[in-house]
Each structure stands twice: as structure tokens, then as C-alpha cells.
């Protein structure tokens, strides 16, 4: 087969040194170009000493040779920036998916809202498709630009799309406590983030109004077929490097069992490689999925407040950012859904 | 002035550590006994090497030599046990502080229900204070028995029982979601507690029922004054070594602000000195306060959903237990209740 | 390709957890048998929820069985278990990697001394070839036992056979001061290795005379062509999951310098895909291989105390146990080295 | 008594936060002036939420107003700038302890060569005593400028000293390999130290030429009674919060055993409160320590080699920093020498 071109742009940070783990070990993948403004011209090894014994260099961003070389590019950027990048190579034909949270929202005021700026390329909104496979495959399939779903997103998605769907849980009072690893804040240098601060802490911040609400709350409506849901969503910061989990508590809409919500769950994924649904006494823990693309899920029932207890994990560099890319690169190209993903 | 003779039943957890370390530094307290099956006849530096300046040996637990040589006795042993002993030395006139769940509990029922055994000594119940000092101090300083309170129901009380008493949120709907370090598991040695299995992990166990929660219904009942609250209390093993982080969801009865759950919780605690609430815009962090007898408490208000979102952080071996029983037996002895706590 | 027919004896600790997780993805093998004595019948999601996607179960060690069904045996025993169980595989014609410490020692005395017992099975010895793959390669293709190399020594052999061999260090004086992650002492549960004695610890061990020291000092004395050599070495044991950092100091046995020293190394190693010399000036970092099969080298010299110093890191459980012995099958099956460890 | 009026210079950073914690808690000191020149104007709170409840404030560093209010001054400042605020305080009679290592090197060209500068107030050097209170007790009584000692050397000081003026171990070959927590760098906010930088991670850095280098050799040499002293010392950076760990490997002047090296430690150190000599056969911990102002010594002899082994652990922020400086000002002001450090 002959192997896909493969560029990142912005390849230095957590996202990128993961979505170059997965690449480099993908066998129908060639990564022709990495870019950094930071590290232009430093090879990959002095930056990912991981990475050492391969042979690419970081390069400016160069939108006409990546256009030349390449037939998908992954942008692990800040928000903003991607969308900047995605409308050339859009144009000329290549394959876009972006990690970023800019081809997410289906809203421009919610962008405006959460991100505190206009959209930077609003024309290319309707070709976006949201990044979630197991509820998006088909149209990902179909589509150059992916938005590829957010890592608190996908954790709490992947559970409660098909809750809402089989009307078995409330759209409101919706609850989703989540705590995240410290490479979720991504490779930021700030006080907050050096090794004491966050070593024998656990914190809670953005209690209100967090940049993955809107997110979540547009793919919840969509699931629950409703213009609108609001919910409470609150992350937390623990000392681990990688993985998230999201304890998120749903009102039941009638008197069920955990065993009903269990089979509902086991239903819609029997057949998906990346979500995992525990059996019924057993809960989520990151230390399962690190390193892998899984998404786990444990389920709970307590009636006697007639609530729905869902803990969902995922390893956020990879089934929340990187590794859910490259499996939309497996999509699209129509490859094993799998392929360097195991 | 004149020392309190002080002992210590089963004194080789980590709650005795921690209480030793309190008790070796407090300058009104000289410990006479220090009990412990396994280690009797050991150098407290052989169990502690951090104690091993200190003089003193472990020994079994002899009563009546612990009512000849002491005012006052600690429990720290596994529920169960702790009420068998408690009874010679309340009936010796011993004042007794209790760090295990024996006398938290008013209803012999639920203890039945949740410990799985009848109840060791129910004729003791009714002379039981409960150890939260904040909101029963009066009949701390009047009793010989301290049922001292729970590590998660500290966390989880000390903000609810003041908005529950303002009428400012409801009874229903309450949700607790919590973290804890894993020396809240105990010293106990079991493969789920070894490094590897709880290092880059993070866990909810015990989503339904939990030991804990008939303790803290029943304390929320007395503030709502109701007969009975149900909530949900969802913990979670994190991996740190000491802290509860507990974030607390409530349905605001009416119409409110931050401001006026902030100046609820300010005035409660105001002359407090081990409750901590933060300027509005801080969350609480278990950095904050490991090693001190603080609870530390944020507050924040979503308008758009009527939750009022409390972050409660505690020591759990400090003011989840040690610390906390050390201010329940100053209270008892007239002493400033900071004593031997900063 | 027919596909290699693997069993794993005592799958159930860490280094077979990781083997598990090493042949799952190796596109050449298949496994047909997984033994735990305390596991037997459970599926081996129960064990490690990491692989509930698989199929297969642990069953009880039945040898004839195994003999039936593999072309390979791995074992991941303890010491003293694994020599009885070499024997009738490699009668059987069956190749046996086993990661134990069973036949690394040539000398009855040393493992006598070492490990408190006769060893089980010396008629087995002429046949073992120490799985150290960079410097036994041919022997290792051409063995039926490889008594894989241990953690530790595998961390200092790596840099000091060339160094030796080169002549550019001394025999004498050779200290090796190692670190390891907690995984190293195995899926134990006792006191010393739950969370929170390990976590903010660090604490050497076994100063003096390790079980791993004859092993190393017995390759040492291969490579520098002498009977016998004796050294210092001295683990620690710090907080996290995996990897060693070993610093390694020799006397150099003459003026030289840093580039001398990294050129020796380079050019032992050109054309190794396990090893990594680090550019001068770089230290290496457990963090750097951790998940992979590679030891990672750094190089200094001080000119005033005429001391070479090496630091040198592994993956515990990968190349120091189950990566490298699956380099080992793939050089006794004719693949790749590479297979599956990428 | 009167209470010590205590002014810190530079208090923002880690020694600075573990220095007023002591100083909080020490019942003859009122902390009068806090210095930084960032946070000039913030409440303590703000910065160190742990310190809410006291009333002070951060100022800009006024050397008059300092002058006026305090009897002591703390410099928490980098090396270079500690020097140049000693001189007015020590003409104005001040006491100046000072925690950068400004005043620790006798050797004007030492201190050019490790630091990168001319020394910033040479005339000062002769008053400074160095501030290893076990071995310089009485020149700190009468001095007014103390410069504490380091974290590393603190730990591999203490145990060298005796022997090396034992005369049982040999000032040639000595090698020290130390481990420290994060905090060790400082609040330094640098990629190199956030959180997933440093957690699954254990790296050697400086193997040649840390600057503390020439103050260890500085101090060995005078115990040995020698010009000078070249040593190999080795730091290395693991994922703990606090403490250091040396262990320190010498040849052995002569045959010995465990047991004299023991004697000797244990007799230099009877009566000090700050050095523990561990049982033999037991190896010093860093979590023995944390939160204490105590330097823990294990001791262990390979006959087989003639090397003493030693581990030596201390809390980098308390015995190798803030702590001992706490001690040297209880010593200045007649106090006991324990007062606030237990």
C-alpha cells in the first residue's frame, strides 16, 4: 500500500510528541513534515529525546511545501491559529484534522463567548465535522476537515450520548466532575504547573464556564435531540502525567437498574474497538487505558436518590487528543479503524 | 500547669503516627501508653524511625494499667474494637476520644447496615458527642466520649451544615464527589494500595454506599432539620499521600450569588480557627493545607443552573482525624483550642 | 509467516503483564497458554482490565499442555521455580526464555551464596546464554535457554563491557549507584511497598551485596578478560512505576576525556536499535525510555579526579525483563529484532 | 521574654515559605518585615494561601525600614544579590543569616570560577562563619553574618566530617551520588521542571562542576586537615517534593567494619538534636525526615572492597535550608537550639 503523507503542525508540544509516537509506529504512515516556530531547524531527537533515532527536523511552517508533500496534516495548535492554517490546505485538496478547539463549536457566539475572540475562519464551520468516531465515522469519512473532539468532551460523550439517546437519563441536571492530569494543561510553563505545585495537590479550577463546556453541552443537545442543555461541568487537576476521569451523575428519568444502563451502553459499543464498558461492579481507572485509545466506562445505579453514576477514563494525550486523530486518519483513509493504534 | 496523662490504643496506622507526631509536640501533653498487638514491645523509632529520639515502647493494650496511668485515651483502632475498649475506661472516668466510626452513628440500624455487625456497645450511644468541634463544641467540653468525625463527612459538613441552617440550599439533589491520598486507606497492606497500582492512576470505588455516607446524612439531617437526606457520595483514591478534596453540588433554593453564599460560610466560621474560606474566585487545594488541622473551602454559583459548587479541602490524618481529635481533647481540657495544632 | 506458539508461565506479576502487552502486539506470535497458579480460570481482564478485549484465560501451569501448544515458553517465576520448570520444555524441544534469575550465574557457589539454596537445576547451566542480546547474539540464536539478563545488571553491563573491553577503565573501583521505580520489587504486597511508604521516599537498599551483584560482576569479569571482579553496588528505590537510572563511576585507566569515552560507546553500539548514546553534554533520563526497549547512555569525564561517569537508563520491565526477552525470541525465530518492541 | 524582631529578604520562593512557616510557629519570634519584590503589596495569602490567616504583607525591600524594625535578617535571595544587602544590615548591627551561598566560599577565584562573577563584597568574607551549627556552634554565637550552609552539602558534610577527622576514611576517591526533590531548583518556572518533566522521571545533571562542588570540597578538606580536596559529586533529580538523599561511598584508610564506623558517627553526634545515626542495617529515608530540621545517617562496610557506605538523608527545605537557619538564630540569641524546630 502506498504509505500516507503525513505533516504536524506544531509538533512540540504534549499532543504533537503523542501524535508522533502513534505516526512513527503507523505502518502505512511517512511523516514528511514537522513544524515548530520554537524549534525550526533543531532535529526531533533534541526536543523528544524519545525521538532520537529518527530522522526528521522541525521546520517553519511552510503552508506551500507542506501542500507539496503531504496528503493530511494534524494541527496541534493553539486555538486561533488553527483555523488559520486549515482554509489553504483545505483549498488545495489535503486532508485537515485539528486538535484544536476551533472547528468544534457549531456557534460563532459561543466561540466569541468562550474564547474571547471572533472566529478566525467561519467559512469553513459547515464542512467541519466533529472529531468523535463511534458517533461521527460516516460523516468523518466523507469530510476534509476534522474537528477532532476534546479530551473532557470525549470522556463524557462517550457515555452519555447514548444515555440521552435512549431517554433513560435527564438533560437536566446533568453533573460531570472530572479530574485531569497535568499534561492536559499542555506543555506550559507557569508557575502553577512546576512539579511542587501540583505534586500532593488536587484542585479544582474553571468551576464555571470551562472552554470545554460549550462542547459538551452542543454534543449533549445533539444526542438529546434538543436546541439546548445546560450542564454543570467541573475539572480538577491531580498529580498524575496522563488521563482523565469524569464521575458524572445523571438524574434517571424513570425507575431503572444498573444492569438496564449497563446493557444500553454494552449495546451501542459491542461492536467499537475504543470503548470499553466494564462489568457492572467494577469502576474506570486511568491507570487501564494509559497509553492506549481506549475510552472505560463503569456504571452505577443508586435508587435511592434515583441517580445514574457513570465513571468514564481515557488517557487525555491519546483517546482525548492525539490518538482519536489518527484514528479519523484511519477512517478517512480507509484503513483498519485499529492500525497503529494498538 | 500539670500535664494530661495521655494514651494511644492501637497506635501503629497512619492516624496514630499522626497523632503521636501532634502529641509529641503539644507542651500540656505527656504520653504514657502507646498500645499496639503487632509491635508490642518495640522502640517507637523501630515502627517510626521519625520518632525514634522519643523514648517511648509500644505495648499491648493492658486497660487497666491505661486507667492508671492516663486522663485521656485515644482510639485509633479498626471500627468494632474501638467501642469494646471504650467502655472500661468511660466507666473508670477516663475522658475517651474515639477515631473510629463506633459512635458516629445515632441509629443502630444503619450501623448494622453498613459496618455488618451489631453494634459492640449501644448502651455507650447516647453519652456519644460528635467530634466536628465547629458545631458541637458545648457538648465536647461536657462529655467522656468523643465519637470523633470522619474524614469525608469533615470535608463535606463543615460548608454544608452552615447552608443548610440558611435555608440557601436544598436537601435534595446534594451531590458529593470526592478525592482522597491513599493513607486514607489506612496502613493496610493489600494489592490494590502497593505503589505501582495507585502511582498515575485515579479511581472512584465505593460509588454506592459507602461507610462514610450514613455518618454525614445523618449530621446534614440535623442542620436541614429533617428526619432523614439522601444524598450521593462518590469517592475517589488519587495519588497523593495525604488530603480530601471534596466538591460539593447543591441546588440553591432560590436565586443567589457567590457573594452571599461566600458571606454565609465567612460569617459561620468567622472566629474559627481551623476553617479557612477563600476569596471568591479561589478554588481549595489540598497543598494548602497538608499538615494542618485546616478545613479550606471556595465557593462559586452557577446562574445558568442554580447550583451553588463548594471545593472543601482537608488533611485527611490531620483534620480527618488526629488533629482534629487532639482539638476535640483541648476543648475537653480547657486549653486553647489551636494548641499542639500549628 | 507461521505464527510463533507462546506461552507464558507466571503471567500474572508486572514483567508478565508487560510481556502480555509486548506479544498482544507482536504481529508474528500468537499466544496460546498464560499460567498463575492463584488466577487459574479467571480471564485475564479480571487480572489486568488493560487487556479485557482479549480472549484468553489463565489456567494452571500444565507442562505437558504447554508442550503440546508452544513453540516458546517465557518464564516470569520466581527464582527456584523456574529451573524446575526449564527442564522438561527443553527436553520437549521447546526454546525457554525465562526472566528469572535461575541460570544467569554460572557458579553454583555464587547462586548457593545469592539466593540461600542449591540451585534446582545445574545439569541445565552449560546450555544457558545470558539474554543480553547486544553482546550474546549468536549464542542466543542458537540456544534453547536464555536466562534473559536481569534489570539492574542490564543498565551497567550495557555501558561498561565496551568501556572495559576498550581497556579505558579500571577493574577496580567500579561503583554503580542505581535507582528503580517501584515495579522493580515486583507485584508485591507488604508494607514497605504501599503508596504511601514509597511516595515522597527515596531510600537506598541492600548496600551491601544485592542478589543482582554476582550476576553483574560476573559479566564484568567476561568482558574484561579477568577471573574476577568485584564492585559496589548500591540501589535505591524512588517514587514511580518504572525505570532504572544507574550512574556508574570508573577509574580511567589513563588521561583521557569525555569525546574518547563517547566514541567507544558510539562505536559499539552504531549498530544497535536498543542502545542510545547521548550527545555530550546530556544526561540520560528514565523518562526518555520508559515503554521502550532501549538503554539510553550519558557520558562525562572529570579531568581532575580521572573518574569516567556514565548514566545509563532502562525500562525495568521492558529492556530490563520483558522487552529484552522478546528480543531474544525474535533472534532465535529469525525476525526482525525490532518486532514488536517499537 | 522579649521577642526577636525578624525580617526575610526575598521570602517568595520555597525557602522563603518554609522559613515562615517555622518562624510563625516559633514562640519568641515576631516576623516583622517579608520582602519581594514581585508580589511588593500582596498579602501573604495571596501567595502562600497556607499563611492566610497571618496579617502580613509582602513589601519592597527597604533597607532603612528593615534596618529600624528588625533584630535578625533571613536572605532568601539569589547568590550576588544576598551579598550586597549584608553590608548595610551587618553596619547597622544586624544579625544577617544568609541562605544564598554568597558568604560559604573562603576562595574569591572559587566563587568567580563556579558562579560566573566577581564576589560582590569580598571585604566581608572574613566575618562570615559558615552555618553548619554541629560543626561551627561557637563561632555562630559571635558572629554576625552566618552563611547557611547548602542542602547538598548539609547531607554529605555531616557524615564526612567525623570521618574524615577519624582519619578512617580517605580524603582521595571519596564519591557522593545524591538524589533531590523538585523544590531543590527553587520556584524556578522553566520547562526542564514542570510537572510532567519531572514525574516518571529520574535524571544525573551537573555530574561535573554543581556549584556546590567547591563548598563541599571547601569544608571536607578542613575536617581533613588538607589544602584541598577533589571529590565526584553527582546530583541527580527525582519526582518528590522535598528532601535529598546523598549516598556517599569512601575507600577505607585502613580495615574496619560497620560497627567503628557507626561508633564514631554516633559518638560525635550523642548530643545533638538534629542528627540521627540509624541502627546498623538500617538505610536513611528521605520521608524518615520531611518537615524536620534532622539529617538521618545509615551506615553499611563492604569488607570486600574496603568502601564505607553512607546514606544520608535530610529535607532540603528545613536542615538544608530554612531549618538550619532557624538553628543558627536560636544558638545567636541564646535560645534553645530545638525552640520552633520541632
Redesign the interface.
Known amino acids: 500500500m502506498k504509505k500516507i503523507n503525513v505533516g504536524v503542525v506544531g509538533a512540540a508540544g ?1 499532543s504533537g510528541e503523542e501524535l508522533l509516537r502513534l505516526l ?2 503507523h505502518q502505512f504512515v511517512e511523516i514528511k513534515v514537522i513544524t515548530s516556530r520554537k524549534y525550526a531547524g533543531d532535529h526531533i531527537g533534541e526536543v523528544f ?2 525521538f ?2 529518527q530522522s526528521i527536523k522541525f521546520s517553519e511552517p511552510n503552508v506551500a511545501n507542506i501542500i507539496n508533500e503531504c496528503d493530511v496534516v494534524f494541527l496541534a495548535l493553539p486555538h486561533g491559529l488553527a483555523a488559520e492554517y486549515a482554509k489553504p490546505f483545505i483549498e488545495a485538496g489535503l486532508k485537515v484534522i485539528d486538535i484544536s478547539a476551533d472547528f468544534r463549536l457549531r456557534s460563532l457566539e459561543k466561540y466569541k463567548e468562550y474564547y474571547g475572540c471572533d472566529h478566525p475562519a467561519p467559512e469553513l464551520l459547515s464542512q467541519a465535522v466533529y472529531g468523535l468516531p463511534e458517533h461521527y465515522r460516516n460523516d468523518i469519512k466523507e469530510s476534509s476537515l476534522i474537528a477532532s473532539a476534546g479530551c473532557y468532551p470525549t470522556s463524557i460523550l462517550t457515555p452519555s450520548i447514548p444515555l440521552l439517546k435512549a431517554g433513560i437519563v435527564s438533560s437536566k ?1 446533568i ?1 460531570a ?1 472530572s ?1 485531569s ?3 492536559g494543561a499542555g ?5 502553577d ?13 474553571a ?2 464556564g470551562h472552554r470545554h463546556l460549550p462542547e459538551i453541552e452542543q454534543e449533549l443537545a445533539v444526542a438529546a435531540g434538543l436546541d439546548n442543555i ?3 461541568f ?1 475539572p ?1 487537576l ?6 482523565i ?1 469524569s ?1 458524572i ?1 445523571y438524574d434517571a428519568t424513570r425507575e431503572c437498574s444498573a444492569e438496564e444502563v449497563h446493557s444500553i451502553l454494552s449495546a451501542t459499543y459491542a461492536d467499537e ?1 475504543f470503548v ?1 464498558i ?1 462489568p457492572l461492579g ?11 485509545n481506549i475510552c ?1 466506562i ?1 456504571v ?3 435508587a ?2 434515583k ?1 445514574i ?1 457513570i ?1 468514564s ?1 481515557i488517557d487525555n494525550l491519546t483517546k482525548g487528543a492525539s490518538g482519536q486523530a489518527v484514528q479519523s486518519m484511519n477512517i478517512i483513509f480507509n484503513l483498519n479503524e485499529k492500525e497503529g493504534l ?1
Chains 1, 2, 3, 4 share one sequence.
Open positions: 504534549y512513527f509506529n529525546p524519545r532520537m533515532e441536571n453533573i466532575s479530574m492530569g497535568v499534561s506543555r506550559k510553563v507557569a508557575v504547573y512546576i512539579y511542587p505545585e501540583c505534586n500532593e495537590s488536587a484542585r479544582a479550577y468551576t464555571i445546560v450542564i454543570n467541573i480538577h491531580v498529580p498524575l502525567n496522563r488521563g476521569n464521575t451523575i474497538a470499553r466494564l467494577k469502576q474506570a481507572d486511568i491507570k487501564h487505558v494509559s497509553f492506549t472505560e463503569g452505577s445505579y443508586d435511592r436518590t441517580k453514576i465513571t477514563v494498538l
